[in-house]
Nanobody
Framework: QVQLVESGGGLVQAGGSLRLSCAAS????????MGWLRQAPGKEREFVAA????????YYADSVKGRFTISRDNAKNTVYLQMNSLKPEDTAIYYC??????????????????WGQGTLVTVSS
């Protein structure tokens, strides 16, 4: 099983960009679908984006589509979330997760087997 560590969070002005990284330990990273979820203060956790094992397939929540891009580098055991045109409503703790399943389970937040500790993104207006 992998272990996940997120980085790259911080404070940014609205309209700005950030890139989050999630580094995985272990030799089985490429066998996992990976994704990002977030939880804003006082709100429920929500799905953001997911990527298949080989990176050939991705999908996004409607709220971030066209602004965020998920990618992965299996040689580096790392998954990324490039966030552009950030809005104050993107403020949240962002979590990286891993699953042996790729599909609608991600938006349903099912079968997400491994989680990182989260990284805080704050977008000021």
């Amino acid at each position: 099983q992998v272990q996940l560590v997120e980085s790259g969070g911080g404070l940014v002005q609205a309209g700005g960009s950030l890139r989050l990284s999630c580094a995985a330990s272990g030799r089985t990273f490429s066998s996992y679908a990976m994704g990002w979820l977030r939880q804003a203060p006082g709100k429920e956790r929500e799905f953001v984006a997911a990527i298949s094992w080989n990176g050939h397939s991705t999908y996004y929540a409607d709220s971030v589509k066209g602004r965020f891009t998920i990618s992965r580098d299996n040689a580096k055991n790392t998954v990324y979330l490039q966030m552009n045109s950030l809005k104050p409503e993107d403020t949240a703790i962002y979590y990286c997760a891993a699953s042996k399943t790729y599909g609608s389970n991600w938006s349903a937040q099912e079968y997400l087997e491994v989680w990182g500790q989260g990284t805080l993104v704050t977008v000021s207006s």
